[in-house]
């Protein structure tokens, strides 16, 4: 039987595969981080874009993580923050204060000129940049997916934060642009009929479902587990 956590975690302010890389929780996210790889057999996955049914899920905290844990292994990777309703990536990673991904598609500049490299090696952050009024128009757009082809060229893995499935298409939209996506539900948090009618909409759009991760399983520091193609 498993273990009651006895100790809280606050993982919404914590980039634990940075800040703590030897816990049992950073190996689990190193774990996640090989079975995204071995899912590259059948396709090669550059662009990944991670959402949840429902806010409030781990899906920004998940791919904080994860983007840290591919760049241990000295890869080049780019964190977007595609969360242009509320952005959080900013507060997790230092990055630049005033430019992001909107500024890029809609004044045309260039990825070094709004990319930072954050604290971690071979990490680089950007973030969501001025909230426009049309969150879903832009990440749906033809300079989204000329940004993403560019980006391509420039880093070996590009991961993508983005707004919930039940509350805005943006993450349905824009996962049209990657090469596979990830599900992220919360133990405790995530209802079945939420998780079901999220699943059916990835489906509808013919979204590539790479894994699912349960996040926040009360077990002794283990609080994610991941679940291949098919589950």
Not at 82 to 90: G, S
Not at 143 to 149: G, N, S, V
Request: aromatic content about 6%; some cysteine; overall charge positive.
């Amino acid at each position: 039987m498993a273990k009651k956590i006895n100790r809280k975690i606050d993982l919404s302010k914590k980039v634990i595969v940075r800040d703590n890389p030897l816990s049992p929780i950073s190996e689990q996210y190193r774990g996640i981080r090989t079975n995204i790889e071995f899912a590259n057999i059948d396709r090669d996955l550059k662009v990944i874009v991670c959402s949840s049914p429902s806010p409030g899920e781990g899906k920004s905290t998940t791919i904080a993580n994860l983007a840290v844990a591919f760049a241990g292994q000295e890869k080049n990777v780019l964190l977007i923050d595609a969360d242009l309703r509320r952005p959080t990536l900013q507060l997790k990673f230092t990055g630049n204060p005033y430019k992001g991904l909107t500024n890029i598609l809609v004044e045309k500049l260039k990825i070094e000129d709004v990319a930072r490299q954050t604290e971690v090696d071979n990490l680089w952050l950007i973030n969501a940049g001025t909230i426009p009024p049309n969150p879903a128009e832009l990440l749906g757009s033809n300079a989204m997916k000329d940004f993403l082809e560019n980006a391509k060229t420039k880093f070996d893995i590009i991961l993508i934060d983005t707004p919930p499935i039940l509350a805005v298409t943006d993450a349905r939209i824009l996962a049209k642009h990657a090469d596979g996506f990830i599900l992220v539900v919360r133990s405790g948090h995530t209802k079945k009929h939420e998780l079901a009618l999220a699943k059916e909409q990835l489906d509808q759009a013919q979204i590539n479902i790479i894994g699912t991760i349960l996040h926040g399983v009360a077990q002794e520091d283990t609080p994610v587990y991941y679940y291949g193609r098919g589950s």
